[in-house]
């Protein structure tokens, strides 16, 4: 007996999800006029019976598109920032018609590879990740052909759309800012093995740096402090004198930088000048408020969304990473050297 041709047979040829393969031999929209054309061949080739007017035999109505989120628990944890991104993809996702599926991924199961259930079994549209797991996860979730796309994240061996904030250019205002003030020696303080936005700040430093003349003394380059009250205080004691101005990748970096520097004897920005990244609510609460980096969190969160619909309608086109631009937001932290 011969078997029937399903859609969902048709969607795993083409490693495409059953609702495109739906929207395409159903005559909907949802899908571009190249793949729909892809589409139909295959289920001609295959052996599916439907009707180019746009009635397939039978025919259920296609479902709305469902996206998963996915994203590390320490990510989730970081209600600040990740989570105004989180809440901006709902809002986006809803406007276009979409249902939302989200799952955090555990540190054990990043290392055991271990894929939620809707992955495996291929029972979402696309997925949206946010910030970085593991390369290994990263690659096993981009294995399954789902179309995906990274937020605040991208490596050489993830070969997926992503949406990133422009980190050396940024880093590079920043510290152009202090050399406005006057600043000559500046430090550095962050963790560049936590993550790729990390180290690309530090060359944003550098970059201005190298063109301004700037000094950046090696005792201030703090690249490998952990995100830590103490750590961050005990690694800035012996170095906190050797420069005028610091800057950090992040505004808990910033707190704690700034925070630290008091409880070693100086004044912020009397003595020294703190820059972090973010513009999060502990740049604000800092005391002094924190000069600081504002990401548009919301412009992300579209931005992720309507790559990620593009994706789904055309699987062929060229892998695309966008740089967004930030802006520095200017508060009590920062100001002329005194020394």
């Known amino acids: 007996m011969k078997t029937k041709v399903t859609m969902q047979a048709i969607a795993d040829r083409l490693n495409l999800s059953k609702n495109s393969v739906s929207q395409a031999l159903t005559g909907k929209a949802g899908v571009s006029d190249e793949t729909r054309q892809l589409i139909q061949q295959t289920a001609e080739e295959m052996g599916y019976t439907y009707s180019r007017r746009g009635q397939a035999a039978p025919a259920p109505e296609p479902a709305a598109r469902t996206i998963a989120l996915l994203a590390s628990d320490f990510a989730f944890s970081k209600k600040g920032f990740f989570g105004d991104i989180y809440l901006s993809i709902d809002r986006e996702l809803k406007r276009s018609g979409c249902e939302l599926v989200i799952q955090s991924v555990s540190p054990r199961e990043a290392e055991a590879l271990d894929l939620p259930a809707f992955l495996e079994q291929k029972t979402v549209d696309g997925v949206l990740i946010l910030s970085h797991i593991t390369n290994d996860y990263l690659k096993a979730v981009l294995g399954t052909g789902i179309p995906a796309v990274l937020i605040d994240h991208h490596h050489p061996e993830l070969a997926a759309d992503s949406i990133l904030t422009n980190n050396r250019f940024s880093a590079y205002e920043a510290v152009r800012h202090l050399h406005g003030l006057g600043h000559r020696r500046i430090g550095f303080v962050g963790s560049i093995d936590f993550s790729p936005s990390y180290y690309e700040r530090l060359e944003g430093v550098r970059m201005a740096a190298w063109e301004l003349g700037l000094e950046l003394p090696e005792a201030c380059l703090l690249t490998d402090a952990a995100e830590d009250s103490d750590e961050v205080r005990r690694r800035l004691e012996p170095a906190a004198r050797l420069a005028t101005a610091w800057f950090c990748v992040n505004d808990g970096y910033g707190f704690m930088t700034s925070s630290a520097l008091q409880q070693l004897g100086l004044s912020v920005p009397g003595d020294a000048s703190v820059v972090s990244f973010d513009n999060g609510y502990l740049s604000r609460l800092a005391t002094p408020p924190i000069t600081t980096i504002d990401v548009d969190l919301p412009l992300y969160a579209s931005c992720a969304v309507e790559q990620l ?22 508060r009590e932290s920062t100001a002329p050297p005194a020394r």
């Open 309 to 330: 619909l593009r994706r789904l309608d055309d699987p062929a086109r060229p892998v695309t990473e966008t740089l967004l631009s930030t802006r520095l937001i200017e």
